[in-house]
């Protein structure tokens, strides 16, 4: 069977803790495994022809854990984006933000508007990182910046996050884990995705995990609603 590659793939990356915690592990160590295999499930997206590829690293709600949790997690999303800048400019791949800017450090801040600014130009592959995302919030901010325009279905869509993106509603949904819900990932973007609920935790899910998951997306018949 042929298999039918998406424009698009998003994934929410869940499970990281609890990896972490059924091997003795500090969360820590979890959260940076789920990091490095995320990077590695990227670039086999790009192999496989996918153009647009979205993680939901962080939520508007992730705020409520705990300030060390916070902490450490925002270095790691400082020592990914240092690491991944390199990879962007040779394969030519372009970093966007989703999400909020605001109530991130401004450490982190400038090194994401950084990479988005060396990397606007390529237009062949997207990589986009929902960090302080919620789409309820992303819903709120569009309607905060339409500027008295009338607002349709049509152009709303220049009003959210993705509004760069060749592509903007994903294909595909996975999410790790097990937990069988969006928790609100794309909210307006999602309406005809498919979705995929893997019972693995993100650092143990494979590059061939992914592919067996597109296969599965290849299978599925769309028909948005016709």
Known sequence: MKTNIPNHVAIIPDGNRRWALDK????????????????????????LGIKVFTVWAFSTEN?????AEIN????????????YLTEALKDKIRIIHLGRKDRINENLKNKIINIEEKTKKFDKYFLCIALDY??????????EDKKKLKVDENNFNQFLDTK??????PDLIIRTSGEQRLSGFLLWQSQYSELVFIKKYLPDYSDSDFENTIKEFSKRQRRFGK
């Open 24 to 47: 003795g592990k500090n969360t820590y160590e979890g959260h940076k495994k789920g990091f490095e295999k995320l990077i590695k499930i990227a670039k086999k997206a790009r192999e």
């Open 63 to 67: 705020w409520k854990r705990s300030k």
């Open 72 to 83: 450490y997690l925002m270095k790691l999303y400082e020592i990914m984006l240092d690491k």
């Open 134 to 143: 919620g789409g309820r919030d992303e819903i709120i901010r569009a309607m």
């Open 164 to 169: 760069d993106l060749p592509f903007p509603n």
